[in-house]
């Protein structure tokens, strides 16, 4: 029966942290942790709300491997770490994580879509001109062509 409540309170956590208001999400998450601390998920969203509400990056980040450290395969503990560290302005840190989770979840899309997101883009060719401006995306698929056949140099 106590896994049924943790999960009930987990879920109302996860649905205040969802909404963006972590200060509600963590007594709920506490609590789930609290009847049941060994759930790599709730360790890991635990980790997400301490960041977004303490920004006690360090301490959110322990959580976040810890929950990794338990259950390796699960795509959705890299994303949560990937979002401690974009919170802590740690970007490049971020994009490893989820490289890292895509080796145990070759084929996740939300994997392969943060790492997207985190990419760096190249300024544009013609800087006086806006990125959308059709010289400049021409230029730039031109230019990403050229970068292309250098680097098989």
């Not at 049941?36 to 980790?47: A, K």
């Not at 959580?63 to 560290?85: D, F, G, K, P, T």
Request: one cysteine or more; glycine letters at 4%.
């Amino acid at each position: 029966m106590i896994q049924v409540e943790a999960f009930q309170e987990f879920r109302a956590g996860l649905t205040y942290l969802r909404a963006g208001d972590a200060n509600k999400a963590l007594p709920h998450l506490k609590s789930a942790l609290a009847e049941e601390p060994s759930n790599p998920f709730y360790i890991s969203y635990m980790g997400v709300a301490i960041a977004a509400t303490a920004q006690k990056w360090a301490e959110a980040e322990e959580l976040c491997r810890s929950a990794i450290r338990m259950s390796r395969r699960q795509a959705q503990l890299y994303l949560n770490l990937a979002e401690v560290y974009t919170a802590a302005d740690r970007k490049q840190d971020a994009a490893d994580a989820l490289a890292r989770g895509l080796r145990y979840a070759p084929h996740d899309q939300r994997l392969k879509m943060g790492l997207d997101r985190l990419a760096t883009r190249r300024p544009p060719v013609l800087p006086f001109l806006p990125r959308t401006h059709l010289m400049n995306r021409n230029l730039g698929k031109l230019r990403h062509q050229a970068m292309q056949v250098l680097a098989s140099f």
